[in-house]
């Protein structure tokens, strides 16, 4: 089965750059999505087909995506942006959907 | 405004069943795919279950295929999803979510915690 992994967390001044990644077996071919969940809540879309916004999400999440590794990119990252952050693709080959492992993002 | 929200959690013993619901307003639910998506304590989402928006096809998790049956009811707006043989690792928040497009996940309730225990 398909398996995404990410690193367990990453931490980030306030008005800095976080950067998440998804490694997974030539992810550059897959539509990734990423969601943020804050503690006690449920997840929300930030990112869907590698790079684009839902409405409503700031444009300081960005995301990329080539060969092994996808990137979620939050620049002047605030305080509110501190919550768990999961990737996910579609695996075709078994019609089903993967979750990354999820990434904790903290604010110092 | 698209809402979606899961009832019929609780705690249940090894081995019996219990059915969750999701009944969804704010869009036309017969348009769309609908997922359940799980998270157990402190750990991670846990993908589980998508059916078509007719119902035609569904799809499982393997490590609930063959105990959970996922189905709606399109006159109702709503989803279920009918979990047998329950397990202790089925322990979790069961999230209902809709599929968007591109098997995106764009909209979530706010989930129902299912205990699993003797």
């Known amino acids: 089965s398909y398996v995404l992994t990410q690193p367990p967390s990453v931490s980030v001044a306030p008005g800095q750059t976080a950067r998440v990644t998804c490694g997974g077996n030539?992810?550059?071919?897959?539509?990734v999505h990423w969601y943020q969940q804050r503690p006690g809540q449920a997840p929300v879309l930030v990112v869907y087909?590698?790079?684009d916004r839902p409405s409503g999400i700031p444009e300081r999440f960005s995301g990329s995506n080539s060969g092994n590794t996808a990137t979620l990119t939050i620049s002047r990252v605030e305080a509110g942006d501190e919550a768990d952050y999961y990737c996910?693709?579609?695996?075709?080959?078994?019609?089903?959907?993967?979750f990354g492992t999820g990434t904790k993002v903290t604010v110092l | 405004q698209v809402q979606v929200v899961e009832s019929g959690g609780g705690v249940v013993q090894p081995g019996r069943s219990l059915r969750l619901s999701c009944a969804a307003s704010g869009f036309t639910f017969g348009n769309y795919a609908m997922h359940w998506v799980r998270q157990a304590p402190g750990k991670g989402l846990e993908w589980v279950a998508v059916?078509?928006?007719?119902?035609?096809?569904?799809f499982y998790g393997d490590s609930v295929k063959g105990r959970f049956t996922i189905s709606r009811d399109n006159s109702k707006n709503t989803l279920y999803v009918q979990m047998n043989s329950l397990r202790v690792e089925d322990t979790a928040v069961y999230y209902c979510a809709r599929d968007w497009s591109d098997h995106v996940l764009d909209y979530w309730g706010q989930g129902t915690l299912v205990t699993v225990s003797s």
């Open positions: 087909d590698d790079s």
């Open positions: 996910q693709v579609w695996d075709s080959s078994s019609d089903h959907y993967v």
């Open positions: 030539n992810i550059g071919s897959k539509s």
């Open positions: 059916i078509s928006y007719d119902g035609s096809n569904k």
